[in-house]
Nanobody, 127 residues
Framework: VQLQASGGGSVQAGGSLRLSCTTS????????VSWFRQAPGKEREFVAG????????DYEDSVKGRFTISRDTRRNTVFLQMSSLKPEDTAVYFC?????????????????????WGQGTLVTVSS
């Protein structure tokens, strides 16, 4: 499956952005999707994830209550709504997908489990 991430940009602290991750290719398969981010000089970290059905979500502690992940199955798109943005949220955001079977309806925050990655979209939050 191919992933296309979009929606990044520059905002002031307290602002909002919505990132989109659209899948194409074998879209009839089941995929769980997670967002990761990598700030300059730092390792890539898990941000949020959603199971293939959308029934399960999980978030990194620093974004809980501020970010919301959701998916629109008909549009093959996963969204990351980011609110109350902080300068420390500045990073390149990547979406990643892993094809799973029916029973694996849970979130994964382990980047090595994902075999499909989007190109990344830059989010810059100024103070």
């Amino acid at each position: 499956v191919q992933l296309q991430a979009s929606g990044g940009g520059s905002v002031q602290a307290g602002g909002s952005l919505r990132l989109s991750c659209t899948t194409s290719g074998r879209t009839s398969s089941r995929y769980r999707v997670s967002w990761f981010r990598q700030a300059p000089g730092k390792e890539r970290e898990f941000v949020a994830g959603i199971s293939w059905s959308g029934r399960s979500t999980d978030y990194e502690d620093s974004v809980k209550g501020r970010f919301t992940i959701s998916r629109d199955t008909r549009r093959n798109t996963v969204f990351l709504q980011m609110s109350s943005l902080k300068p420390e949220d500045t990073a390149v955001y990547f979406c990643a997908a892993e094809e799973v079977d029916y029973s694996s309806d849970y979130v994964s925050g382990l980047d090595f489990k994902f075999n499909s990655w989007g190109q990344g979209t830059l989010v810059t939050v100024s103070s």
